[in-house]
């Protein structure tokens, strides 16, 4: 192994390069208006050289994992760094014309200079709360094509030579429902770019331009070998993985997304190909989202303290058919993105850990995130409000331990909204929040238990719409652990309960109607027979699994060893 | 009048007894006894009273720092517990806020509740946000789930009602029902412990206090004890997370409140001391084995927070603000299998300790990397009471580092050490820079047993102006227990578009508030002289859902549109700007009432007679590579005159530290005994 060409130079500042990426991210969390940047930290910050490659990412939230890659290869591909003035700054959200997420997700990217020179580029990536199109909040899963999503933004300069584009700002801002909390979002934005600016220009003299370049292209290097050699370690081969999505947003059939791992010394190449058609709604994966959730499942997967650079991207190839829900065409439909991420990155687990020793691997996840919104007139405030929620769900079951219990996967880890907060912000009331027994797959370890929560609304015509999956398609279980149970909303629950179809839109709800959700668990591991009897005892104690679902997966010799086991 | 203060470290209980002039401190550590840690107290207290000729009738104050609380929560040995919720939420001190711990290592878990599933029971009632009674309480329903805890044999209950913060007669009524049916079994209802909104982090507070109530009221039991026993007339003090002193009848109640004990008392006391020193704003670099603590002091008052994890449970308390990360003496240095070298945050903890500790341990250390620089003696440690091996240090950084990298001895040292200092230095600047503070305005304050030694790199890396180390700096959290006053916390949800109206209605609650912390100050005798009251309110935007501190003193019924310019004002300090026309919301009113201890001003001391005369001896230092290995002087602290600098390159010794002064820098002492490094 060649040496790198100062490994203590390498850390010393590389620590300080990742520093200015989440000092900037902390001022953008800090300065934001918006509730969804602000307690969600739906955003991230990142350094880039002048060649487009990626120094360093602060991520929040793994959907956005090299998401601001495209945006720059926009800028660099389109404008030429000569005509770049220190002070500019680039604007952009369109996944089909500047890289772009989905529309909400909108990009500043701040050119830096150095002795006359771009030698860095800031940038950003924040979740707006809403961009305009057809639906508050811009994430509709039915919309059909990107038009009705939002203003779209292809790569343009917001500041020139350090003055902001006011016109511009007006021009966003008069497309969005919320105009004032918009600007200051956007406003925000580019002053955490500036600061990153300044942060980075003062490493630049204390370290040397010089001893910073080479300590950048150590971090590459070495990030790029330690993936390389996790990579080198899997057996060469074809390992292929298939989950399959409900429907398309549309109903219909299920949509299947395939992932093929090839691992070929030390490259890896995740091909794609055999996954479903486009979605008629708006559940296709853009190419940013697309190698995002790739990027996310190969560290999450091989090596999870793996840095966020160009080093941990180079390894990876991706392949993908276009037309298809990993690669649609403009101007398909994509707001709804972060459900067919999840399933996505399901079946790219499911590839990498047949590459890997049985011991090492999990069993599916959810894979899933039920997203709900509730709309109507508030009362008191006399105006109309919107309530967004995301459910988790189980976690796959391991070799050694059970899966974890009612969590969100994969590219998505919002947290949710109290109940007591929510009570007091909207006419809304919970009957019940919990988990819900029998809802994972049974195994030698089980899968995490899916949750439910139960609202009732207070007020005539609150409107109520469900953007959710796997109520059709449950959570394998690997190496003979059994499946989980599926995904559930049902209308006013109790023998009169109307079972609503994933992507329910626009139900009117009555004063005193409920509606409730309870999301799938996760898969089991190994044969239920290999479960231990005190781990089986202690599930049946906690009502985590009844006793006539233990005595359908484990059979009821095992389940009176255990409960005697308990007595005893 | 004599005083003392106590802190209970995980390997060392340390002491400060100062004598009626406040000048004459005696410092003292003694070996924690972790299984019962009142027990080093006491062999610590009589040494200490015996050693200084002090009738133990003459102290009048003993203030202690502890972890047990903390200890009992990440040993998870606390009292078997159940909990009461209302019907359909029992669940909710599980699911959490369903983020996932670790977001790319899904073997990294959530830490399990403190109460399993089956001793969670729910009860028939139901609050509205506004108070209202919406399912009453069911008594029978209550008699069931009290039955089935107590079939269950636990011995602490926690209670949980939904919006009991508004209304918190339910939660009253299952405490008296849990009381009859179990006689002495620990009760914690939430609105009690926590009476604020957000059910997650009030429950799980609310459980902490429960699984630690029991063993916690045993272990003060045993330490009053023992201090009686000595002869002590007065009883212990407890120093809480906001770095306020509580009776031990108030841990009692609350013990939730010392779960950051002993690292609050260090920065209070960093805190005190520097404002004496001319020094108003810090920030605090508490260096220990393990690890190092860093918090942010502006004007003489600490930074505070809401709410902290311990060991993996949300504990919202008022708390000093102090961030901690896994890089101490002991942190392990070693290389990747891609070749990078990784400094922590796996430690070597106490035991095996460096591999200079010579108990075994083979890898390369921090502390071991300062001893082959010559930064650390071999016989410096506990005023020569620890000898360290050099040979063994030596060949532990040349195994484990400087071979595998290609590298000399000295470099692979100075390495480790600047990437420690790296990731120390980003630490500060999370507390200071990241929250728009200018470090050019701060100075460091230095302590724990290995702050002194890396003080000079780390500050000059900041830009930090100068060092302030205070005297004995491995005891400065057990003398901050002598440095602080009594105060509580109280806080109230409290919902309303604010306006002229409901400004009225905050008063009136600041002022039931106030009237509940004169009683606390009752309860402990304070003078009214000695006490003052501090009024806050959380106020945030509509349509925001995080809240904003504003400082309520003294704004009186007629001063809405004062409060309004504050609010205005911290939105502006805190974010960078304000919105004027944008509706302002109440959320939540606190007071801290505070009754002030007796005690002397810290006086001066008189110092040693010159420079010469304090010199212990000399020894090459590796600086840097371009400055090498270098000569320094080695002074004693305790003989060095005052207002005599000191220049580098030089290393200062004391008891419990050592302190590193870099070429171009100066040390000086000042007339409080405080060492001032001057950086370039």
Same mark, same amino acid.
């Given at each position: 192994m060649t040496r790198l060409a100062d490994p203590i130079e390498m850390e010393v500042l590389s620590n300080q390069l990742l520093a200015i990426a989440e000092d900037m991210g902390s001022i953008l969390i800090r300065s934001s208006f918006s509730s969804n940047i602000k307690e969600r930290r739906d955003c991230s910050t990142a350094l880039f050289d002048a060649a487009g490659r990626l120094i360093a990412q602060a991520d929040h939230i793994p959907?956005?994992?090299?998401?601001?890659?495209?945006?720059?290869?926009?800028? #660099?591909?389109?404008?030429? #760094?000569?005509?770049?003035?220190?002070?500019?700054?680039?604007?952009?959200?369109?996944?089909?014309?500047?890289?772009?997420?989905?529309?909400?997700?909108?990009?500043?990217?701040?050119?830096?200079?150095?002795?006359?020179?771009?030698?860095?580029?800031?940038?950003?990536?924040?979740?707006?709360?809403?961009?305009?199109?057809?639906?508050?909040?811009?994430?509709?899963?039915?919309?059909?094509?990107?038009?009705?999503?939002?203003?779209? #933004?292809?790569?343009?300069?917001?500041?020139?030579?350090?003055?902001?584009?006011?016109?511009?700002?007006?021009?966003?801002?008069?497309?969005?429902?919320?105009p004032e909390e918009r600007a200051l979002d956007l406003r925000t934005q580019i002053g955490a770019n500036r600061r990153g600016a300044r942060m980075l220009l003062d490493l630049t003299e204390r370290a040397g331009s010089e001893t910073l370049g080479r300590a950048i292209n150590d971090l590459l290097t070495y990030t790029r070998r330690r993936l390389a050699s996790r990579i080198a370690a899997l057996p060469d081969g074809a390992y292929t993985f298939r989950r399959d999505l409900d429907d398309d947003g549309y109903g219909g059939d299920t949509v299947p997304i395939v992932c093929t791992a090839r691992v070929d010394g030390e490259t890896l190449v995740l091909d794609f190909t055999g996954s479903g058609?486009?979605?008629?709604?708006?559940?296709?994966?853009?190419?940013?989202?697309?190698?995002?959730?790739?990027?996310?499942?190969?560290?999450?997967?091989?090596?999870?303290?793996?840095?966020?650079?160009?080093?941990?991207?180079?390894?990876?190839?991706?392949?993908?058919?276009?037309?298809?829900?990993?690669?649609?065409?403009?101007?398909?439909?994509?707001?709804?993105?972060?459900?067919?991420?999840?399933?996505?990155?399901?079946?790219?687990?499911?590839?990498?850990?047949?590459?890997?020793?049985?011991?090492?691997?999990?069993?599916?996840?959810?894979?899933?995130?039920?997203?709900?919104?509730?709309?109507?007139?508030?009362?008191?405030?006399?105006?109309?409000?919107?309530?967004?929620?995301?459910?988790?769900?189980?976690?796959?079951?391991?070799?050694?331990?059970?899966?974890?219990?009612?969590?969100?996967?994969?590219?998505?880890?919002?947290?949710?909204?109290?109940?007591?907060?929510?009570?007091?912000?909207?006419?809304?009331?919970?009957?019940?929040?919990?988990?819900?027994?029998?809802?994972?797959?049974?195994?030698?370890?089980?899968?995490?238990?899916?949750?439910?929560?139960?609202?009732?609304?207070?007020?005539?015509?609150?409107?109520?719409?469900?953007?959710?999956?796997?109520?059709?398609?449950?959570?394998?279980?690997?190496?003979?652990?059994?499946?989980?149970?599926?995904?559930?909303?049902?209308?006013?629950?109790?023998?009169?309960?109307?079972e609503l179809h994933s992507k329910a839109s626009g139900l009117v709800m009555k004063a005193g109607e409920t509606v409730r959700v309870e999301t799938l668990g996760g898969g089991g591991y190994g044969p239920p027979a290999g479960r231990p009897l005190p781990l089986l005892a202690r599930d049946l104690r906690e009502g985590k699994v009844t006793r006539a679902a233990a005595e359908r997966d484990y059979g009821a010799a095992m389940v009176a060893s255990a409960l005697a086991l308990d007595l005893g | 009048?004599?005083?003392?203060?106590?802190?209970?470290?995980? $390997?060392? $209980?340390? /002491?400060?007894?100062?004598?009626?002039?406040?000048?004459?401190? @005696?410092?003292?550590?003694?070996?924690?006894?972790? @299984?019962?840690? *009142?027990? =080093?107290?006491?062999?610590?207290?009589?040494?200490?009273?015996?050693?200084?000729?002090?009738?133990?009738?003459?102290?009048?104050?003993?203030?202690?720092?502890? $972890?047990?609380?903390?200890?009992?929560?990440? %040993?998870?040995?606390? =009292?078997?517990?159940?909990? +009461?919720?209302?019907?359909?939420?029992?669940?909710?001190?599980?699911?959490?806020? !369903?983020?996932?711990?670790? +977001?790319?290592?899904?073997?990294?878990?959530?830490?399990?509740?403190?109460?399993?599933?089956?001793?969670?029971?729910?009860?028939?009632?139901?609050?509205?946000?506004?108070?209202?009674?919406?399912?009453?309480?069911?008594?029978?329903?209550?008699?069931?789930?009290?039955?089935?805890?107590?079939?269950?044999?636990?011995?602490?209950?926690? +209670?949980?009602?939904?919006? *009991?913060?508004?209304?918190?007669?339910? %939660?009253?009524?299952?405490?008296?029902?849990? %009381?009859?049916?179990?006689?002495?079994?620990?009760?914690?209802?939430?609105?009690?412990?926590?009476?604020?909104?957000?059910?997650?982090?009030?429950?799980?507070?609310?459980?902490?206090?429960?699984?630690?109530?029991?063993?916690? !009221?045993?272990?003060?039991?045993?330490?009053?004890?023992?201090?009686?026993?000595?002869?002590?007339?007065?009883?212990?003090?407890?120093?809480?997370?906001?770095?306020?002193?509580?009776?031990?009848?108030?841990?009692?109640?609350?013990?939730?409140?010392?779960?950051?004990?002993?690292p609050a008392a260090g920065v209070v006391g960093a805190a005190e001391v520097c404002r004496l020193a001319g020094f108003p704003n810090?920030?605090?670099?508490?260096?220990?084995?393990?690890?190092?603590?860093?918090?942010?002091?502006?004007?003489?008052?600490?930074?505070?927070?809401?709410?902290?994890?311990?060991?993996?449970?949300?504990?919202?308390?008022?708390?000093?603000?102090? =961030?901690v990360i896994g890089a101490g003496g002991g942190s392990i240095a070693m290389v990747d299998d891609a070749g990078a070298l990784k400094v922590g945050p796996q430690s070597a903890g106490a035991t095996p300790g460096p591999a200079a500790y010579g108990n075994g341990g083979t890898e390369a250390t921090i502390t071991d990397a300062n001893l082959v620089l010559g930064r650390l003696a071999p016989a410096t440690l506990l005023g020569g009471r620890m000898t360290l091996d050099a040979e063994a240090a030596r060949r532990a950084v040349m195994d484990n580092v400087a071979t595998p990298l290609g590298l000399s001895l000295e470099e692979a040292a100075h390495g480790i050490i600047r990437i420690a200092n790296a990731n120390m230095s980003r630490a500060i600047r999370s507390v200071s820079v990241e929250r728009g503070y200018d470090l050019a305005e701060f100075s460091l304050c230095a302590y724990g047993g290995a702050g002194p030694v890396h003080a000079a790199e780390v500050a000059m890396q900041c830009h930090l102006p100068q060092v302030v180390i205070p005297r004995e700096p491995g005891t400065l959290c057990a003398r901050g227990m002598l440095l602080t006053d009594l105060s509580t916390d109280t806080v109230r949800s409290h919902f309303a578009d604010a306006d002229e109206a409901s400004w009225q209605t905050i008063l009136a609650l600041f002022a039931e508030m106030?009237?509940?912390?004169?009683?606390?100050?009752?309860?402990?005798?304070?003078?009214?002289?000695?006490?003052?009251?501090?009024?806050?309110?959380?106020?945030?935007?509509?349509? !925001?859902?995080?809240?904003?501190?504003?400082?309520?003193?003294?704004?009186?019924?007629?001063? /809405?549109?004062?409060?309004? %310019?504050?609010?205005?004002?911290? @939105?502006?300090?805190?974010?960078?700007?304000?919105?004027?026309?944008?509706?302002?919301?109440?959320?939540?009113?606190?007071?801290?009432?505070?009754g002030a201890v007796a005690r002397a001003p810290q006086a001066e001391i008189a110092g040693g007679p010159s420079l010469e005369a304090a010199i212990t001896g000399r020894r090459p230092i590796y600086v840097d590579a371009a400055a090498g290995w270098q000569e320094a002087t080695v002074y004693r602290r305790e003989a060095l005159p005052i207002g005599v600098p000191v220049a580098g390159v030089a290393v200062i010794d004391e008891m419990s530290s050592t302190t590193l002064v870099l070429p171009g820098q100066t040390a000086t002492l000042d007339r409080y005994g405080n060492l001032i490094v001057r950086i370039k």
């Open positions: 959907i956005h994992l090299g998401a601001m890659i495209g945006a720059v290869e926009t800028i #660099l591909a389109r404008y030429d #760094l000569a005509d770049m003035a220190p002070g500019d700054a680039f604007v952009c959200n369109d996944p089909y014309l500047a890289g772009g997420s989905h529309l909400p997700d909108i990009s500043i990217i701040t050119p830096v200079h150095h002795e006359g020179r771009v030698r860095y580029f800031c940038g950003n990536i924040a979740h707006h709360a809403d961009v305009g199109g057809r639906t508050p909040g811009s994430t509709s899963g039915t919309s059909r094509s990107i038009f009705e999503e939002g203003i779209r #933004l292809p790569v343009i300069r917001i500041a020139r030579g350090g003055e902001i584009d006011e016109d511009l700002i007006d021009l966003i801002t008069a497309n969005c429902r919320d058609p486009e979605a008629r709604g708006a559940v296709n994966l853009p190419d940013s989202a697309l190698k995002a959730s790739v990027y996310y499942s190969v560290k999450a997967v091989l090596d999870p303290a793996l840095l966020p650079n160009q080093g941990m991207i180079d390894p990876i190839r991706i392949v993908s058919e276009p037309g298809t829900i990993v690669d649609p065409r403009p101007p398909a439909a994509v707001a709804a993105r972060a459900v067919t991420s999840n399933r996505l990155c399901g079946a790219v687990f499911g590839a990498l850990y047949q590459a890997l020793p049985p011991q090492e691997g999990m069993a599916s996840c959810n894979d899933s995130t039920s997203a709900t919104s509730v709309s109507g007139w508030h009362p008191r405030r006399r105006t109309t409000y919107v309530y967004p929620e995301s459910m988790g769900g189980g976690a796959g079951a391991f070799a050694d331990r059970d899966g974890q219990d009612a969590v969100h996967v994969h590219t998505v880890n919002s947290t949710n909204l109290p109940i007591e907060a929510l009570e007091l912000e909207y006419p809304l009331l919970m009957d019940e929040y919990a988990l819900v027994p029998d809802s994972a797959g049974a195994g030698t370890h089980r899968g995490g238990l899916g949750m439910a929560r139960q609202i009732r609304f207070l007020e005539d015509g609150t409107v109520f719409s469900a953007r959710s999956d796997a109520h059709i398609v449950p959570a394998p279980g690997v190496a003979g652990g059994l499946p989980s149970g599926v995904t559930r909303i049902v209308r006013n629950p109790g023998p009169d309960g109307e | 009048m004599i005083r003392i203060g106590v802190d209970v470290g995980g $390997t060392f $209980t340390d /002491f400060v007894l100062a004598g009626a002039d406040e000048a004459t401190l @005696h410092f003292h550590k003694t070996p924690s006894t972790p @299984h019962d840690p *009142s027990e =080093a107290i006491e062999t610590g207290l009589r040494h200490l009273l015996e050693a200084h000729g002090v009738d133990a009738a003459e102290v009048a104050y003993v203030g202690h720092g502890t $972890t047990v609380a903390t200890n009992i929560v990440i %040993e998870r040995r606390g =009292a078997r517990t159940g909990l +009461i919720t209302t019907r359909g939420f029992r669940d909710v001190l599980e699911l959490g806020r !369903q983020a996932r711990p670790s +977001i790319y290592d899904y073997r990294v878990e959530r830490a399990p509740p403190l109460v399993p599933r089956d001793r969670r029971v729910e009860v028939d009632e139901r609050v509205g946000p506004d108070g209202t009674v919406l399912v009453p309480l069911d008594e029978a329903s209550l008699a069931t789930a009290v039955a089935a805890l107590k079939a269950a044999g636990v011995e602490a209950v926690a +209670i949980l009602f939904l919006h *009991s913060y508004r209304m918190g007669a339910h %939660e009253e009524a299952a405490r008296r029902a849990v %009381e009859a049916a179990m006689p002495g079994v620990f009760v914690s209802a939430s609105a009690e412990i926590l009476p604020e909104f957000r059910e997650y982090e009030r429950v799980s507070t609310t459980v902490v206090n429960a699984f630690v109530g029991p063993r916690m !009221q045993r272990y003060l039991d045993r330490l009053k004890g023992r201090i009686a026993a000595i002869g002590i007339p007065v009883e212990p003090y407890t120093i809480h997370s906001n770095g306020g002193l509580m009776t031990a009848e108030a841990v009692a109640i609350a013990p939730v409140r010392t779960c950051v004990s002993g810090l920030v605090t670099f508490d260096v220990g084995g393990t690890s190092t603590d860093v918090s942010l002091v502006k004007d003489g008052v600490p930074a505070y927070t809401g709410d902290r994890m311990v060991a993996g449970y949300p504990v919202k308390t008022p708390m000093i603000d102090i =961030a106030t009237a509940e912390g004169g009683a606390w100050l009752d309860r402990d005798n304070v003078a009214s002289a000695d006490r003052s009251f501090r009024r806050v309110a959380d106020a945030r935007h509509r349509g !925001q859902n995080f809240e904003l501190k504003v400082d309520c003193d003294g704004l009186g019924p007629a001063d /809405f549109a004062a409060f309004v %310019e504050r609010f205005h004002e911290a @939105h502006r300090r805190e974010y960078g700007y304000a919105i004027a026309g944008r509706g302002i919301e109440f959320v939540s009113c606190r007071v801290q009432a505070i």
